[in-house]
């Protein structure tokens, strides 16, 4: 079983950028797929970019085009590199395997606002 921490969230005016990273812990990193997901109160926590055990990635439509997802298996790590920030992408952003599966971390605040 994985286990993620987040990091790399802060306030940041609409249009700036924010990189986070996610560490995990665990054997077998190398072979899941991941995806890092959000969540706003009173709302689903949903899939905002994924990334196979390849390099293969996926983004929903409201983020295509500003956010890129990687990941460094040799640091078992994941990135999401986050431009061109709106007020709607202000959440707490977690990683997990895509599909999750595994426990949740305590995600990290993203908060886009002037």
């Known amino acids: 079983q994985v286990q993620f921490v987040e990091s790399g969230g802060g306030l940041v005016q609409p249009g700036g950028s924010l990189r986070l990273s996610c560490a995990a812990s665990?054997?077998?990193?190398?072979?899941?797929?991941l995806g890092w997901y959000r969540q706003v109160p009173g709302k689903q926590r949903e899939l905002v970019a994924a990334i196979t055990n390849g390099v293969g990635t996926n983004y929903a439509d409201s983020v295509k085009g500003r956010f890129t997802i990687s990941r460094d298996n040799a640091k078992k790590a994941m990135y999401l590199q986050m431009d061109s920030l709106k007020p709607e992408d202000t959440a707490v952003y977690y990683c997990?395997?895509?599909?999750?599966?595994?426990?949740w971390g305590q995600g990290t605040q993203v908060t886009v606002s002037s």
């Open positions: 665990g054997s077998d990193f190398r072979f899941y797929g």
């Open positions: 997990n395997t895509n599909p999750s599966g595994g426990p």
